[in-house]
T-cell receptor, first 113, second 113 residues
């Protein structure tokens, strides 16, 4: 079985500052890892995913994440945030042999002007 | 393509009433799922389907029924609504493999009084 922990429920950051949203997972098998974003009053959409290969994954809107197998982490980063990045960000994990995603509790990114 | 559509967007029920949340997708996706989203808990899987005629339970199935008579439609039935079912419900679909992106509908906000 897999589980996901998002270490921060909210992250406030000034506009144009860098940000890191943390995600740790546990699993006894190899996994796929995902970050989804939910803008206010909308459904979720995929930001990026790690399947295999390079541990640095680039996604949409300037976000990237790094898979660290030894630390079982998949932290999301952006070098300079914009007010339009205000959203809730969800980390998710899936075992390679099943369809189901296990979700973290989410991190709200709050951009301060 | 309309993607994933959900109706209604908002619904208020009284305890004990039943209703059906509708979900449809026009992408010919094999896999469809229902989630509920509650504050601080991320998304929890209610039921899912890997193809027409095949459904299975997720993490929190009690009080909900599903059926999948066509590839396109995956309705969620609340049998006898309870206040604990007050939540935002999301339908999602994807091609079958675990590594594929899930596409989400806009959600249904349900309040049970």
């Amino acid at each position: 079985a897999q589980s996901v922990t998002q270490l921060d429920s909210q992250v406030p950051v000034f506009e144009e500052a860098p940000v890191e949203l943390r995600c740790n997972y546990s699993s006894s098998v190899s996994v796929y890892l995902f970050w989804y974003v939910q803008y206010p009053n909308q459904g979720l959409q995929l930001l990026l995913k790690y399947l295999s290969g390079s541990t640095l994954v680039k996604g949409i809107n300037g976000f990237e994440a790094e898979f660290n197998k030894s630390q079982t982490s998949f932290h999301l980063r952006k070098p300079s945030v914009h007010i339009s990045d205000t959203a809730e960000y969800f980390c998710a994990v899936s075992g390679k042999s099943n369809y189901q995603l296990i979700w973290g509790a989410g991190t709200k990114l709050i951009i301060k002007p | 393509n309309a993607g994933v559509t959900q109706t209604p967007k908002f619904q208020v029920l009284k305890t004990g009433q039943s209703m059906t949340l509708q979900c449809a997708q026009d992408m010919n996706h094999e896999y469809m799922s229902w989630y509920r989203q509650d504050p601080g808990m991320g998304l929890r899987l209610i039921h899912y389907s890997v193809g027409a005629g095949i459904t299975d339970q997720g993490e929190v199935p009690n009080g909900y029924n599903v059926s999948r008579s066509t590839t396109e439609d995956f309705p969620l039935r609340l049998l006898s609504a309870a206040p604990s079912q007050t939540s935002v419900y999301f339908c999602a679909s994807s091609y079958g493999q675990a590594y594929n992106e899930q596409f989400f509908g806009p959600g249904t906000r349900l309040t049970v009084l």
